[in-house]
């Protein structure tokens, strides 16, 4: 296998009503504007957001996930919807390719989204753009959704987007409150 680095992998991704954009410097203010304004949506499932970051916490962030983007160790991409004219509109969350291993083209879709953009199908549009991406264009061999099992409406993505449920990993992680849970392992493989 040839280095990951070498690996064209684009950095926007379009779908019918939902824009996906790799990182990019400049972007912390707006990131943790949205972060903050989803904290009681996220903080039951995300470790990551238990406080209001600040725009210089969530701009650092934001320019290591670009740099982990360039060197193809985990590809996250913020969810936008669509305009009229196909440009970028309103930022809504993020998603991304996660926990890779270029071995065996192994890799985990995980997601979020602004509390007023849930049920809309951004989320559902973003993991069918990365699932294509992943299998069509860095031939993966096996993609995941794993999430808490109480989780109920990231289990439903899953499942809506194709994904089968091979099993549940008992006590398998802490919660963000430290106690043991279970998590909900789905996966989509290579035909």
């Excluded at 950095?11 to 949205?34: F, K, N, S, W, Y």
């Excluded at 009681?40 to 740099?67: D, I, K």
């Excluded at 509390?115 to 699932?131: M, W, Y």
């Amino acid at each position: 296998m040839s280095d990951p680095v070498l690996i064209d992998i684009p950095e926007r991704l379009d779908g019918q009503r939902t824009v996906l954009q790799a990182p990019r410097a400049g972007l912390g203010a707006e990131m943790a504007v949205v972060i903050t304004q989803s904290l009681s949506h996220l903080r039951p499932w995300m470790p990551w957001a238990q406080e209001a970051p600040t725009a210089e916490s969530s701009e650092l962030v934001v320019r290591r996930m670009q740099a982990d983007f360039i060197v193809r160790r985990d590809l996250c991409f913020q969810i936008y919807a669509r305009r009229p004219d196909g440009t970028p509109g309103r930022l809504l969350g993020g998603t991304g390719l996660h926990r890779i291993d270029w071995a065996l083209r192994k890799f985990e879709i995980g997601y979020w989204i602004r509390p007023e953009a849930a049920g809309q199908g951004h989320v559902s549009e973003a993991v069918q753009l990365l699932t294509a991406l992943a299998f069509d264009t860095l031939t993966a061999r096996r993609v995941e959704i794993r999430c808490d099992t109480r989780n109920l409406k990231s289990r439903a993505v899953a499942e809506r987007c194709g994904f089968e449920l091979e099993g549940v990993l008992r006590r398998d992680a802490l919660g963000v409150d430290g106690a043991p849970r279970d998590t909900a392992v789905y996966a989509r493989i290579a035909a």
